[in-house]
């Protein structure tokens, strides 16, 4: 479950990545839909750091990086 809602929080910061380059592009700075997407966009990442800790301590999401 928790693999499945990285995944859609990862397609949600695609998704504003993606329209809030639109409207900066479509916009030219006169409106804020572009200042809105990046707030969302770094909530949405927020949101995946802490579903990927969540997801390590439950043992839900295996970390293997190698040993130093």
Known sequence: MLKFL????LIGIIASLTSSF???????????R????L?????????LLVLIGAAAVTGNLQLNAPPF
């Open 6 to 9: 990285i995944v859609l929080v």
């Open 22 to 32: 639109f409207f900066m592009m479509k916009d030219e700075g006169s409106r804020h």
């Open 39 to 47: 707030i969302v966009r770094v909530s949405l990442s927020a949101l």
């Open 34 to 37: 572009t200042v809105n997407g």
